[in-house]
Nanobody
Framework: QVLLRESGGGSVQAGESLTLSCEYS????????MGWYRQGPGGDRRESVA????????TYADPVTGRFTISQDSAKYTLCRQMDHLKVEVTAEYFC??????????????????WGRGTQVTVSS
C-alpha cells in the first residue's frame, strides 16, 4: 500500500518561513525519486517545484523566486522542504509525490507517481 502524508502547511506573513514534511511508506519512493508539486489558486495542474534524484541531487523549479531547499531523512522515511523568505505568490496547495515505478517489458521502470493529499500554504502581506 502506498502512503504519503504531508504536514507543516499553514498561514504566514510574507518574509517568514515554513517547513513542509512528507512521511512515506515505501523505499521505492527514494529508489526512483521524490518531489514536491504545487497547485496554485484556480489552477488544476500540479507543477513540479522540487525533485530529489536517485543520485541524491536536487532540482528546483519554483515559479516564484525564494530560498527553498529539500532534504531526505531515509531513516525516518521523511522528505522535508524548507521554504524561506516566502512571498504572497507562493500561496498554493503543496503535494508530496513519490515515484513507485511500474513494470513493463519484463523490467521495473520509474515514472509512476503516488500522491499525498496536499497541504495548504498561504502567505499574506
Amino acid at each position: 500500500q502506498v502512503l504519503l502524508r504531508e504536514s507543516g502547511g499553514g498561514s504566514v506573513q510574507a518574509g517568514e518561513s515554513l517547513t513542509l514534511s512528507c512521511e512515506y511508506s515505501q523505499y521505492r519512493f527514494h529508489d526512483c525519486g521524490m518531489g514536491w508539486y504545487r497547485q496554485g489558486p484556480g489552477g488544476d495542474r500540479r507543477e513540479s517545484v522540487a525533485t530529489l534524484k536517485l543520485d541524491g541531487t536536487t532540482t528546483y523549479a519554483d515559479p516564484v523566486t525564494g530560498r527553498f531547499t529539500i532534504s531526505q531523512d531515509s531513516a525516518k522515511y521523511t522528505l522535508c522542504r524548507q521554504m524561506d523568505h516566502l512571498k504572497v505568490e507562493v500561496t498554493a496547495e503543496y503535494f508530496c509525490a513519490g515515484d513507485v515505478g511500474t513494470w513493463y517489458s519484463n523490467a521495473f521502470h520509474c515514472g509512476n507517481n503516488a500522491w499525498g493529499r496536499g497541504t495548504q500554504v498561504t502567505v499574506s502581506s
